[in-house]
């Protein structure tokens, strides 16, 4: 039985706790379900060879903004890592962070120790981030693989999905601490839908009007696909600050409201 | 290690603590008792650093819970009433990851968890998962989590509710050996032996306002006579015999199963009753305890 050793112990706890063990929490609960995890990588694979090898026997070639002509299918890969990135940081940000924060409560005893609530948004955003940034990083294996990448600028596609993935990974938790009830989630599904159909992901900005075509630019999977895009067909220009800057103060703002948010909901 | 002056909580409209004074020293063990809703949790999670006050003042550990509350978590142990223990881990790694938060190096954060583990008689159940525990299973693990830094102050909402007679023994002797070794201790309990076996003092809490303070010993001694005589009579039956006897006690109580009357000497009480005519189908003369006072102060019984 115990002695008062036991209770009091010899070890003093270094003093300075950060979002960093929330992110060790994280790896640990999907270390015990790795199939959970390696299910991300599937879809847009699935995307990638059943329209890049259907669609590109019909299209062929695409002609790109910039006048170059590439393969349809090294067109739709950048698009898909694009989007898989993002899917792959909101489905943690959103579903797994409001299941966390409602029914787990993890955050109601996360917040009893030194953490603060910005750590427990900071490892939220981490986790979510890493997970979009490895399968984004899974996909450019096998872009490589199949001979889909132009430059070596693709290797750099890997630190843009690790900012794109940071960008929606934080504004996906801060909408999620607005959210009630799982119905709520149908307004981000219904952000999404369009956005993966329309961004040009499957055909060129230039074959929309105007109008849409203004539109269209201004949304984070139009920015994503277009920095991707860029990195792998090699057009790396300084108007690539444009979407990097997207990326970085997306992340930034969501991360300052998510732990805002956090700090609101369960310091009561 | 606590001062808190007129403190007050509301949520929204509602105020569920209305101004309290409570002060508790180092190696003190102090105890929150009264009914459901009267605002001990509410105390507690203010003490705990984890709720905004509406008014008043208070320092936890000489220090102020507004601005450093990180600092005061980590030198303080929370076990809340209701168990947040992480269900996507397994009972070891919720003690391990929990002292990782408290940025305990990975060694010694699974040291901890085995001793503590030990220590709450988890052991065996240490690689399940949480959802696997019974209720009074888990209560231990959340009091062994509250533990992994090796708090000074250990605050524990309610502790040894859902616990069988045994394991309460078996937390009551834990809490004391913690006592032991300097570690302040404030609790909430609705167990009126679990606050006379464990609290040096305690305050007695009724809708947001603390009603009456002292050592349990003192309040038996303040607000309850010397001996308490239980008359149960028959279903219905007890208004009428509380009326006839009234005049023996210092103070009557009816309650839905039982009379009890508060006087000195219970044997001659008994004797007269008796005298008068009354049959109870059985009697009790016992000594108060802090159940008579918790009755006294907030007009409702425990166990009822
Ligand atoms: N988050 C909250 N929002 C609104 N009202 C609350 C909240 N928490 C507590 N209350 C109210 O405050 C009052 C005091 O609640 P509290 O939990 O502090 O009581 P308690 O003494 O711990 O009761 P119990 O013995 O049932 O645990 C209750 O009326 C409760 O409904
Ligand atoms: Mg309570």
Redesign the interface.
């Known amino acids: 039985m115990a002695s008062s050793t036991v209770l009091r112990g010899t070890s003093r706890g270094a003093a300075h706790p950060t979002a960093y063990p929330l992110l060790e929490r994280h790896v640990r609960v999907y270390k015990r379900a790795p199939a959970a995890f390696a299910s991300g990588f599937l879809e847009p694979l699935f995307y990638l060879l059943s329209i890049g090898v259907g669609v590109a026997a019909l299209v062929g070639e695409v002609t790109l903004d910039d006048g170059r002509t590439i393969s349809y299918t090294a067109f739709l890969a950048p698009a898909m890592l694009a989007t898989q990135a993002m899917n792959g940081a909101l489905f943690d940000a959103t579903y797994g962070f409001f299941f966390r924060l409602k029914y787990e409560k993890l955050y109601d005893a996360v917040l009893a120790t030194p953490l603060r609530p910005v750590d427990a948004a900071v490892g939220e955003v981490l986790w979510a981030t890493v997970r979009g940034a490895a399968y984004a990083a899974a996909f450019v294996v096998i872009m490589a693989a199949l001979g889909l990448t132009s430059s070596w600028w693709t290797l750099l596609a890997l630190p843009a999905a690790l900012l794109i993935a940071f960008g929606f990974a934080a504004a996906g938790l801060a909408l999620t601490t607005w959210m009630r009830s799982w119905q709520d989630f149908e307004f981000i599904q219904v952000a999404i839908m369009p956005m993966f159909l329309f961004s040009a992901t499957f055909y060129p900005l230039s074959a929309y009007p105007d109008w849409m075509q203004t539109i269209v630019t201004v949304t984070p999977l139009y920015q994503a696909v277009d920095l991707v895009r860029s990195l792998t067909t090699g057009a790396v220009g300084p108007e690539l600050l444009v979407p990097i800057t997207y990326f970085a103060v997306m992340g930034a703002l969501g991360l300052r409201v998510a732990g805002r948010r956090v700090g609101v909901l369960i310091l009561r | 290690m606590i001062e808190a002056q007129a403190l007050r909580k509301a ?1 929204g409209d509602f105020e569920a603590v209305k101004g309290i004074d409570v002060s508790v020293e180092r190696g003190e063990a102090f105890g929150f008792l009264g009914p459901n809703g009267a605002g001990k949790s509410s105390t507690m999670r203010m003490v ?1 650093a ?3 006050l509406t008014g008043g003042s208070l320092r936890i550990l000489g220090l102020d819970p507004e601005s450093d ?3 005061i ?2 030198r303080i142990g ?1 076990c ?1 009433q ?1 168990d ?6 397994t009972v070891r ?1 919720n003690l391990v ?9 990975r060694r ?1 954060a699974a ?2 968890a085995d ?2 583990l ?2 709450v008689k988890l052991t065996e159940k240490a690689h399940g998962m949480v959802e696997d525990l019974s209720g009074g299973m888990k209560r231990r693990l959340t009091i062994a989590r509250s ?1 992994v ?2 708090p000074e102050l250990l605050l524990l909402d309610e502790p040894t509710t859902g616990l069988d007679p045994q394991a309460r023994h078996v937390v009551w002797d ?1 809490l004391h ?2 006592k ?4 302040t201790i404030v609790l909430t309990t609705h167990y009126m032996d679990e606050a006379e076996q464990l609290c040096d003092r305690l305050v007695v809490m009724d809708g947001g306002l603390i009603a009456a303070e002292g050592s349990p010993l003192s309040l038996i001694a303040r607000y309850s006579t010397r001996e308490v005589v239980e008359l149960r009579m028959g279903v219905g039956e007890n208004e009428a015999a509380a009326e006839r006897v009234e005049d023996l006690a210092e103070r009557v109580e009816v309650l839905p199963d039982r009379v009890l009357l508060y006087v000195a000497d219970g044997e001659k009480v008994v004797e007269e009753a008796m005298a008068r005519g009354l049959e109870p189908r059985s009697t009790l003369v016992r000594r108060s305890s802090l159940e008579d006072v918790f009755l006294r102060l907030t007009g409702r019984s425990l166990d009822a």
Not at chain 2, 84 to 89: A, Q, T
Not at chain 2, 97 to 105: E, P, W
Request: charged share 30%.
């Open positions: 949520y705990a984890v709720s905004p509350g990180p600092a978590r980590a929370v809340p209701e947040s223990l992480d269900g996507d881990l790694d990851v929990y002292a990782r938060y408290f940025g305990i190096g010694d040291r901890k001793e503590l030990e220590f533990l830094n090796e834990q050996r913690l032991q070794t300097g570690v």
